[in-house]
Nanobody, 115 residues
Framework: QVQLVESGGGLVQAGGSLRLSCVAS????????MGWYRQAPGKQRELVTT???????NYADSARGRFTISRDNAKNTVYLQMNSLKPEDTAVYYCNLVQVARDYWGQGTQVTVST
C-alpha cells in the first residue's frame, strides 16, 4: 500500500505563487511516476503535470511555463511550484502515484486564487 499526503495549498492573489508538496510512504520502490492533477468545482479531474523517476516532466498546456514539477527521490517527495497563478487555477490539487498500473491518490489540497 502507498499513502500520499499533500500540503502547501491556500489562498493567494492572482499573480502570486504557491508551492505544493506531496510525501509518499509505504511500499515505494523509487521508480514510480508521480504527478499532480486538479479538480475545479463542477469539472472533471484533469492532469496538471507528471514526472518520472528519472526526472522527465510532462505538462498540461495550462501549466506549461508557469508551473514546475520536481521530485526528491530520497525523500519520496514531489513538489509543484506554481507561479503567475490565475483565478482559473482555483481547484483541489491531488497528488498521484502510479505503481504497476495502479493509481494512488492523496486527499487533495485546496488552492484558491483571488482576483
Amino acid at each position: 500500500q502507498v499513502q500520499l499526503v499533500e500540503s502547501g495549498g491556500g489562498l493567494v492573489q492572482a499573480g502570486g505563487s504557491l508551492r505544493l508538496s506531496c510525501v509518499a510512504s509505504g511500499s515505494i520502490f523509487g521508480i514510480e511516476t508521480m504527478g499532480w492533477y486538479r479538480q475545479a468545482p463542477g469539472k472533471q479531474r484533469e492532469l496538471v503535470t507528471t514526472i518520472t523517476s528519472s526526472g522527465s516532466a510532462n505538462y498540461a498546456d495550462s501549466a506549461r511555463g508557469r508551473f514546475t514539477i520536481s521530485r526528491d527521490n530520497a525523500k519520496n517527495t514531489v513538489y509543484l511550484q506554481m507561479n503567475s497563478l490565475k483565478p482559473e487555477d482555483t481547484a483541489v490539487y491531488y497528488c498521484n502515484l502510479v505503481q504497476v498500473a495502479r493509481d494512488y491518490w492523496g486527499q487533495g489540497t485546496q488552492v484558491t486564487v483571488s482576483t
